[in-house]
């Protein structure tokens, strides 16, 4: 994750789940899963272990990471963040909230969807954008990116707006050759961030074995 963010983010990642991660939660995240199945306390548990070495990194206190209403992670103030998991790859991206208004990470195996589920999740010209990379440049499944460059703007999308973005609300434009994206937000109500109204993400994304990674951040355009 460190190659798509910022320096001045905090990140961490693992391919492997530790035991030791479930000793080492909070007594309220221990909790918080206390009735989960065990593969879920295992990605619970390895994402907060992730967020630790994130604030480590970044110079910040170790904190609980709880979650809120939509499932996503609550930070401890004056951060902001994002937490991701997938069948083999953990990560947690963690920022001062004076230097980002918002931070969002995806993981997906970069395998192709299943069925029917790219006309659900794009509009479509991104279904024409995803047809002709895959002609194109076959080594990437480019149906699983267009879906985890959306999750990612969603994560930053929550935590601004506090609403529902479904997936045909925006608009993702995929550069094969730099490893960007953006995504044009198609809705009412826009959020602000320093009194300026986000119109459009700005991300960049990975492939690293046998991973598809995406990542945003939103940078402050005046410094608290």
């Not at 997936?167 to 320093?194: K, W």
Request: with cysteine; net charge neutral; proline share 8%.
């Amino acid at each position: 994750m460190d190659q798509l963010l910022p320096s001045r983010v905090g990140t961490g990642s693992t391919f492997v789940d530790y035991d030791a991660a479930l000793t080492a939660l909070y007594p309220q995240e221990a909790a918080a899963i206390a009735n989960a199945r065990p593969k879920r306390r295992q990605e619970y548990a390895n994402t907060r272990l992730c967020a630790r070495r994130a604030m480590r990194e970044l110079g910040a206190p170790p904190a609980p990471v709880l979650s809120g209403e939509r499932g996503e992670p609550l930070w401890p103030e004056g951060l902001v963040g994002s937490l991701t998991h997938c069948p083999g790859f953990r990560a947690a991206a963690i920022g001062r909230s004076s230097a980002f208004a918002g931070l969002g990470i995806d993981a997906e195996p970069d395998l192709p969807l299943p069925e029917n589920l790219l006309d659900f999740i794009s509009l479509p010209q991104e279904r024409e954008q995803v047809h002709a990379f895959t002609r194109s440049s076959p080594g990437v499944c480019w149906d699983r990116l267009l879906f985890s460059a959306k999750e990612a703007v969603f994560k930053v999308w929550f935590p601004l707006a506090r609403r529902q973005l479904d997936f045909t609300e925006a608009d993702i434009r995929i550069d094969p050759g730099s490893g960007s994206f953006s995504a044009r937000l198609l809705v009412q109500g826009l959020p602000c961030v320093d009194g300026e109204r986000v119109e459009e993400f700005n991300g960049r994304w990975l492939s690293h074995r046998g991973v598809l990674l995406t990542a945003i951040a939103l940078r402050r355009t005046t410094r608290g």
